[in-house]
């Protein structure tokens, strides 16, 4: 994702491009096929909403900037309501068509095992989370630091005309959307209390995956925790999480409010797959048959593909790199996407556009500074670049908390909804103003 995206604002920008992919001569677990920007978890870009929410505001910053992810993700949207849910095939074959006919767009279908040296000029590494084990180990040795990691899950999908839509009904949280079929985006499962303490105590009690030795003090990221683990931590916390009941009416028997919802939303452009959001696991196959058959509506599904869990490495970005993602060892090696330590899809690319970005200008001989920290952009390369607390450094998605504070107004105290307006009102003047400068400078 970042590295498809770095290479589109370099070539944007007339500055030629090797892009190495070492799949599929060398394959990872997650991955299926061998396009760039293949999405191996949710295939959400979650909330799209500029006026109130960071993601949305970073995918607003995205496309004033002409970002190819975000293109791709525009074309191949599917119904989410107030979210940006993508065909994940068809939106990995665009970005890969669109990289690769391009002439200044170089394929190298080829593991890179070690760290390049300066004569080759500018060098991204956007390797993602599922870094190969020999670049992991010269990145290891370069940067002299210990690898942290934690764990990513992935959530099961199904095929959607195995549910029981006598028990099921689609309806999005508080009907929001600006079409029907937005309205209309997700499939839910009710469940009664019974049902939700059964599931809860088939959930504690499932087979769960093995880690490997060396793997068992790792921490997860928050973001994108395995429900068992939610679990664990009390047994009301899935409902009061991804299984919550608010926003919602039974069409079968609306004067009877669940107790707890399983959501599932389109996976593809078909409608034929369907994703159980927010479902992420890691227990053994055969429990996940066992515990996700007793949802109901989901008694009789068939799955396309089963959750699994995966070991996600980032470096120590606030140790290591520069203002501008370059490491402070080795200068010409800039970094980005989700090893940097940002998490989600969409903040992945965005640090790859500014990668790219920054990279190209480089080789035209001139510098660009990183945009101002009250962007969703600047923020986060602001936290991952000296903003955060290297001893304690986690993943962390893009949210307000790592904006500058804004100024109270006199009258007083802001709602939450105008302190969220303003904050993103404040960002689009700082974003328009950082691209305007920088087309000025060319």
């Known amino acids: 994702m970042a590295g498809s995206e770095a290479a589109w604002q370099a070539i944007s920008l007339g500055v030629p491009v090797i892009l190495h992919e070492m799949r599929p001569r060398v394959e990872t677990f997650a991955h299926k096929t061998d396009h760039l920007a293949e999405m191996v978890c949710s295939n959400s870009f979650r909330s799209d909403d500029d006026k109130a929410n960071a993601v949305g505001l970073l995918h607003w910053e995205m496309r004033q900037a002409d970002s190819l992810i975000m293109e791709m993700a525009d074309k191949h949207a599917l119904p989410a309501g107030g979210a940006l849910a993508v065909d994940r095939e068809l939106f990995a074959k665009g970005v890969s068509e669109k990289l690769l006919s391009h002439p200044l767009v170089t394929l190298d279908r080829a593991e890179v095992a070690d760290l390049p040296g300066p004569d080759l000029g500018p060098v ?241 001989g001139r510098s660009l500074p990183p945009p101002p920290p009250e962007t969703a952009m600047g923020a986060l390369i602001d936290h991952i670049t000296g903003g955060a607390d290297a001893r304690s450094f986690q993943p962390m998605n893009v949210n307000f908390g790592l904006f500058p504070p804004l100024k109270d107004a006199p009258t007083g105290r802001r709602s939450r909804k105008d302190r969220y307006l303003a904050y993103t009102d404040r960002a689009k003047s700082h974003w328009q103003g950082w691209l305007d400068a920088r087309q000025a400078a060319c």
Not at 173 to 187: I, M, V
Not at 207 to 215: A, H
Not at 316 to 345: C, W
Request: charged fraction near 25%.
């Open 124 to 364: 991204i590494i956007a390797t993602g989370p599922l870094t190969s084990e020999k670049l992991s180990r010269a990145i290891l040795a370069a940067t002299g630091q210990d690898s942290l990691a934690f764990f990513d899950a992935i959530a099961p999908i199904v095929h959607a005309d195995t549910v029981d839509l006598t028990t099921a009904w689609w309806q999005s949280r508080y009907d929001k959307g600006d079409t029907e079929e937005d309205r209309n985006a997700y499939l839910n499962c009710p469940m009664n209390r019974q049902q939700y303490e059964d599931f809860i105590d088939a959930l504690l009690a499932a087979d769960k995956t093995e880690f490997r030795e060396g793997e068992t003090d790792t921490p997860y990221f928050d973001g994108c925790l395995p429900i068992e683990v939610m679990a664990e931590r009390g047994r009301e916390t899935l409902r009061f999480g991804p299984m919550k009941p608010v926003g919602l009416t039974n069409r079968h028997h609306p004067d009877i409010k669940p107790y707890a919802v399983v959501q599932l939303r389109r996976d593809n452009a078909l409608g034929t797959l369907l994703n159980i959001v927010g479902f992420q696991t890691k227990m053994k196959y055969g429990a996940q048959l066992d515990v996700f058959k007793r949802i109901p509506g989901l008694e009789t599904a068939e799955f396309a593909r089963l959750g699994g869990i995966h070991r996600n490495s980032f470096i120590n970005s606030p140790r290591l790199l520069d203002p501008v993602m370059r490491l402070k060892s080795a200068p010409h090696i800039r970094f980005a996407g989700q090893i940097t330590g940002v998490e989600g899809y969409v903040e992945s690319a965005a640090m790859g556009l500014l990668a790219g970005k920054m990279a190209a200008y480089e080789v035209l």
